[in-house]
């Protein structure tokens, strides 16, 4: 029988693993990947002898639940603290919307009762928005890849912002904001398609402004007129593509 020895000071620090102050600063990238390596300490520098590895390994198969996974990663066991610490996570450096942040809380098997309490809290602190998330979203996908209302309404939707919410987002966008932005993603396309046929340009620049959410009238009308300006004969272009 293996007589029992007491750890190591130096042992027990290097193990007990980061705090909440260390998680919570970490990005979602970053998540569980500080873990020490308790089966390994051979190393006569470290305070592991070989005894020590074995009682290490032996720990570590006699542990093998989910708790003690997380505490010997540093975890919290309050699911309370587990879920805010996975939130912040999320957070640092991008915005995220509430049903993305309690899909993630869910896929870490967070209860309900501690994930709705942290993410109640979250929002009464500003810390999800999902209006301004939504704001920004149309601000950015409509000035920054050209995307018209109807694409931007179904991307909202797939982060799980509320309709009500999201009519409000694209509300900013008005009718006369979304033709001058068609105008001029087939201003930027038509030098590309200088030289095919006509009725094959036409295809090809309306079915660019159709995957950005344009509807048929209006990117009909806007490629018709921008190939007039290049003196192409348009006669017959009112017919749906």
């Known amino acids: 029988m293996t007589r029992r020895t007491e750890w190591p000071a130096s042992a027990t620090d290097h193990g007990a693993g980061p705090g909440p102050e260390f998680a919570a600063g970490h990005t979602a990238e970053s998540e569980g990947a500080y873990e020490p390596e308790a089966g390994h300490g051979t190393g006569s520098g470290a305070g592991f002898g070989e005894g020590a590895g074995r009682r290490a390994r032996s720990r570590s198969r006699s542990s093998g639940s989910p708790s003690s996974s997380r505490a010997e990663k540093g975890e919290p066991r309050d699911p309370v603290e587990q879920a805010r610490n996975i939130c912040l996570r999320l957070l640092t450096g991008t915005p995220r919307t509430r049903k993305q942040l309690a899909d993630a809380l869910r896929k870490r098997e967070i209860p309900d009762e501690a994930a709705e309490e942290v993410l109640s809290r979250f929002e009464d602190v500003g810390l999800i928005d999902d209006?301004?998330?939504?704001?920004?979203?149309?601000?950015?996908?409509?000035?920054?890849?050209?995307?018209?209302?109807?694409?931007?309404?179904?991307?909202?939707?797939?982060?799980?912002?509320?309709?009500?919410?999201?009519d409000e987002a694209v509300g900013q966008l008005d009718s006369e904001q979304e033709e001058a932005t068609a105008r001029e993603l087939v201003a930027r396309k038509l030098r590309s398609t200088r030289g095919l046929e006509r009725d094959k340009r036409l295809r090809r620049l309306a079915g660019m402004l159709a995957r950005k959410g344009y509807g048929e009238g209006m990117a009909l009308r806007v490629v018709r007129q921008a190939l007039e300006e290049e003196g192409e004969d348009t006669e017959g272009l009112d017919e749906p593509f």
Request: glycine share 8%; no cysteine.
């Open 131 to 166: 209006a301004a998330f939504a704001d920004a979203w149309v601000e950015s996908r409509h000035h920054g890849r050209g995307l018209a209302r109807r694409a931007l309404v179904r991307e909202l939707r797939t982060k799980g912002v509320d309709s009500a919410v999201i």
